[in-house]
């Protein structure tokens, strides 16, 4: 489970920060997860979990992770057709020209979006 790993470098990231800016604990965190960033949201939110109750990370007992989900979009190279990729497909093949390896616009984020403390 990677998201273990992502989280601690996200948490820690975000404690920096807050240290610098004076607070003493973090109540919220928001984060921007594409659909092929390879991080699932059901275990990201347990390694939250898991950081919290372990209270090193400076998150407050009754801190939140706000998840923002995005869909993976793709643009084909020969047609310009805007289109959601399969996610079964290994290349990102246009569902019009059947072009296969179509350019992605989106669905790779992984980052802060915005964190609250006190």
Known sequence: MHELS?????????????????????TRVRLLVGDLSNAL???????????KA?????LASEAQLAL???????????????YVPERSAAAAMCPVCRFPGGRITEGEEFK??????R
């Open 41 to 51: 949201p059901d275990a990201l939110e347990m390694a939250f979990d898991m950081y």
């Open 68 to 82: 923002e989900l995005r869909q993976a979009r793709a643009t084909c190279v020969l047609c310009g057709l805007d």
């Open 6 to 26: 992502l989280m601690g470098d996200v948490l820690a990231l975000v404690k920096r920060d807050a240290e610098a800016r004076g607070f003493a604990e973090i």
């Open 54 to 58: 372990e209270g090193t990370a400076m």
């Open 112 to 117: 802060v979006l915005s964190y609250e403390g």
